[in-house]
């Protein structure tokens, strides 16, 4: 059974970092897209940044570009998100999500992802 796992999550304070990782277990991520996605209670699920394993492209959500960095290291099947500058609006649950051979554009579809991690909790104080 596909397995993800996230890590790194945590209380901080505004400006603040966190690096996020997720491992993946029973497959590989060669043909999927994957994702960092984040929800608060009462809202949907959004999209913060995606990357596609084919070619490595990448896509970021505008509240985030500039301060977030997604990346991944093939030999360990991990994707991270480094978050820096963090404010007080990046606290969500984040979730670590994959696609089977699908596009970026994905990563404003949650619908379309196939697999999730259970989530880490990310915390930004003012």
């Known amino acids: 059974e596909v397995q993800l796992v996230e890590s790194g999550g945590g209380l901080v304070q505004a400006g603040g970092s966190l690096r996020l990782a997720c491992a993946a277990s029973?497959?590989?991520?060669?043909?999927?897209?994957i994702g960092w996605f984040r929800q608060v209670p009462g809202k949907e699920r959004e999209g913060v940044s995606c990357?596609?394993?084919?070619?490595?492209?990448?896509y970021y959500q505008n509240s985030v570009k500039g301060r977030f960095t997604i990346s991944s290291d093939n030999a360990k099947n991990t994707v991270y998100l480094e978050m820096n500058s963090l404010k007080p609006e990046d606290t969500a649950i984040y979730y670590c999500?994959?696609?089977?051979?699908?596009?970026?554009?994905?990563?404003?579809?949650?619908?379309?992802?196939?697999?999730w991690g259970p989530g880490t909790q990310v915390t930004v104080s003012s």
């Open positions: 999500g994959a696609a089977w051979r699908r596009m970026l554009d994905t990563c404003n579809k949650v619908h379309e992802v196939d697999y």
């Open positions: 029973r497959f590989t991520f060669d043909e999927y897209m």
């Open positions: 990357i596609s394993r084919s070619d490595g492209s990448t």
